[in-house]
């Protein structure tokens, strides 16, 4: 797209060839607690932030650039892809197609396909592991297992083979 426009897969590549970009809604939110807190205590667990969502229409003209792009939707909905959207001021990133809505009115042409796209942000992570140890628990059977003496290996009797046919015979005999 032209004017700094466009919808690009994480390396740069464009994603869609579209005409143009009609619109652009863009949403910020965050939850708040509907509980009573005490005076001052309001802190930042009573308010958690929302992805992003982000809403384009784009325009796309001609029957065989029309039916690639719909072909592109119907693949990327199902996808597990990260775009980045550009625009002229800001660039908001690491978004996916969350859902779209199509339509070709006589208004806009027939030979014009306007495309609603919605789009939400992914917050990645990288997770965090520790192990702790707890040296001298409450409860002694909460701490981890201690051998203070020797063990003297055993060989285990043999079993006998349980089989669907031994356990039917017994069943049948009793």
Known sequence: MANGWGLYNLDGSLTFDVD??????????????????????FASYNKVNEPNAIKVRLAVGGTARMAAFQAALMTEVGAP??????TPTMTYLNVTLESYDHS????????????????????????AYTTVTIPHPKNPTSGPKVV??????????????LTLQNVFY?????
């Not at 143009?20 to 205590?41: M, Q, R, Y």
């Not at 009115?105 to 992570?125: F, H, K």
């Not at 017994?170 to 009793?174: G, I």
């Open 170 to 174: 017994k069943a049948e005999n009793d």
């Open 20 to 41: 143009t970009c009609i619109d652009l809604k863009f949403s910020n939110k965050a939850k708040v607690s509907n509980f009573p807190v005490e005076t001052g205590g």
């Open 148 to 161: 203070n003496g020797k063990v003297q290996a055993q060989t285990p009797a043999s079993p006998v083979p």
């Open 104 to 127: 070709q009115t006589a208004e806009n042409g027939v030979n014009l396909l306007l495309v609603d796209l919605s789009l939400i942000e992914i917050r990645e992570v990288t997770p």
């Open 81 to 86: 892809s990260l775009y980045n959207v550009v």
